[in-house]
Structures are given as structure tokens and as C-alpha cells.
């Protein structure tokens, strides 16, 4: 029985050294897990710390609100309005002129004959449109094309008081009108054209068809005043017996017509410049002297660069790209 109870005392004694060799294993690999972890989040510290700190990005620009109509549109689109007030004014007196009888220095035409003289004027016209139009308009830029027309046409308009005045039979003074007519038609229609070239240059595609609108609810409001106008101008002129002896007997009309186009066309030629001869969205980018940005935190070499270089602002001015492009 002793021999029993000391074999079971050794295995007891066995036992319980298993057991704290066991508990210290454990401690120990438990010890061993800490510090791999602490030597992980040393590394990632130490990595953090290592690397540039990220950029914040700028904060958005305010975008700008875009206008409608562009400022630069609304040059063209006033000498257009001003010219179709100043040809109504000619298309309206010219037929009462034709009507008024000889003695008051017209022409004593019937009204059946008004109309073979306005429908040939209108084929012609077509045809020069078609087949000349597009040959001189390749050639000329349409600001050119416009002033020179204007002042072409203003020309002309003088001539039918002396086709008139001539006397040289109905059926050469009835031909010599119908081309007259044509020859007048043409830089008209070149002009109207050019500026609608011109409106069309001037804003950005994504407006295009709004400047169109404003343009023609604007020349509307003119055209009007153009038909009133010219009647009741040669009207006048016919009861004014005390005026200058050239603007008498109806002859008054052409000659105002010929100021007013000499108006339109100086107004064209101070106005129009070549930065409407090329669409606003072919418009080169400038580098503006004046806004230019200079890195004052010792940024690198070629940030500076890309901050120098801004394109142009609304206040510059767009003709010096026109010319550039």
C-alpha cells in the first residue's frame, strides 16, 4: 500500500509539471503574438510617416454663369437691325416713287408693270446668289464683304432718278430698271448674308440658336419702323415745296438712302472686326500677360510653367486671336 500511494504521489507530481510547463509554453507564445503585433504597427508607423503626405485638391471654382448673348454678338446684331430699318426705307418709297406721276418727278408706272420689274429683280437676284455669292465670299471675308456692299448699294441707289431723267424710250428706261434693280439687289443681299455670317461668328455653338432669336425678334422691332419711315419720308417730300432743288420731286429718298448706307457701312468698317470673320469656338487660346500666376512656395519648375499659361479672359480682346489664327 505505501509502494501504491508514492507511485500515485509521482504521477500527481508528473502531472502537475505537465500542467506549468503547458501554462508556461502558452505565456510564452502568447508573449511572442504581442510583439509581432507591436513590430507590425511599428513598421506601418514607421512607413506612414516615410511617405509625402497626400495633396488636398483645390476646391472647385465657382463655375460662371454663361450670358446668353455674348457681348461680342450684340455688335452684329444692332448693324444688322440699323440696316433693315435702312433698306425698308428704300424698298418703300422706291414703288410709290415709280407710281408718282412725271410732273412730280417720278415715273408714272403702272402698278402691273411694278410687279414684272420687283419679280425679275427677285430671279436675278436668286441666280447671283446662287452662282456668284459663294465665289466672292470664298475670297473676301464678310466683314469686308458687308461694308463694301452697304456702300456699293448706296451708290446705286442714286441711279434711278437719272435712268429716268434720261428719257430714252419706255422699253430701254423698263429694261434699264429691271438691271439697275438686280445690280442693286446684289450687294443688299451680299450684305445681309455677311452679317448673318457675322452673328453666327460671334457666339459659341452651345448659344448659337439664341443669338439667331434675339436677332431677328431685335430686327424686327426696326423693320417695323422701316416701312412707316420711308412712306411717310417721300411723302413729305413731295408737299415740301421750299426744299433744296437736288432733293425735289422725289429724288429726296435717294438721297437719304445713299447718307443712310454711308452711315451703315462707316459703322460697319469701325465696328466689325476681323475677330468676327472666324467662329468663336476656332478662336486660338491667347496667353494673357496680365493674369499670369507665379508660384511664390517653391513649387517645381514645371508647375510654374502650366500656371503661367491661361487662356484668354471675357475683357481681352478676341481680335488678336482672330488675327493669330
Request: one cysteine or more; a negative charge; glycine letters at 6%.
Amino acid at each position: 500500500d505505501d509502494d501504491q500511494d508514492r507511485d500515485d504521489d509521482d504521477r500527481d507530481d508528473d502531472d502537475q509539471d505537465d500542467d506549468d510547463d503547458a501554462v508556461e509554453k502558452g505565456d510564452e507564445v502568447q508573449r511572442l503574438d504581442i510583439s509581432e503585433e507591436q513590430e507590425d504597427l511599428r513598421a506601418r508607423k514607421a512607413q506612414a510617416t516615410s511617405l509625402p503626405l497626400p495633396l488636398t485638391p483645390p476646391p472647385p471654382s465657382p463655375k460662371k454663369k454663361k450670358k446668353l448673348v455674348p457681348r461680342d454678338s450684340w455688335v452684329p446684331i444692332l448693324i444688322y437691325s440699323i440696316f433693315s430699318l435702312f433698306t425698308l426705307v428704300y424698298d418703300e418709297a422706291l414703288p410709290l416713287w415709280l407710281l408718282t406721276s412725271r410732273e412730280d418727278g417720278g415715273y408714272a408706272m403702272k402698278s402691273r408693270d411694278i410687279g414684272i420689274v420687283m419679280s425679275l429683280t427677285a430671279v436675278g437676284g436668286i441666280l447671283l446668289q446662287i452662282f456668284v455669292f459663294p465665289a466672292v465670299a470664298r475670297v473676301v471675308p464678310s466683314t469686308v464683304l458687308y461694308r463694301d456692299g452697304v456702300a456699293m448699294s448706296g451708290v446705286l441707289a442714286l441711279v434711278p432718278p437719272f435712268i429716268v431723267a434720261a428719257d430714252l424710250g419706255k422699253d430701254a428706261t423698263f429694261v434699264l430698271l429691271i438691271v439697275h434693280n438686280i445690280c442693286y439687289r446684289f450687294p443688299v443681299t451680299a450684305a445681309y448674308t455677311s452679317l448673318f455670317c457675322c452673328i453666327n461668328n460671334s457666339a459659341p455653338s452651345e448659344v448659337r440658336g439664341t443669338v439667331n432669336g434675339v436677332a431677328m425678334a431685335v430686327a424686327s422691332l426696326f423693320k417695323t419702323v422701316g416701312p412707316t419711315m420711308g412712306g411717310g419720308l417721300y411723302a413729305w417730300s413731295q408737299k415740301k415745296d421750299d426744299l433744296w432743288t437736288p432733293f425735289k420731286q422725289g429724288r429726296f429718298i435717294f438721297i437719304l438712302t445713299f447718307f443712310l448706307y454711308a452711315f451703315a457701312s462707316v459703322t460697319g468698317f469701325i465696328f466689325l472686326k476681323p475677330q468676327y470673320d472666324v467662329p468663336a469656338d476656332q478662336l486660338p487660346k491667347i496667353v494673357n500677360p496680365s493674369k499670369k500666376k507665379h508660384n511664390t512656395r517653391g513649387a517645381a519648375a514645371g508647375d510654374d510653367d502650366d500656371d503661367d499659361e491661361e487662356a484668354v479672359g471675357e475683357d481681352d480682346d478676341p481680335a488678336s486671336g482672330a488675327k493669330q489664327l
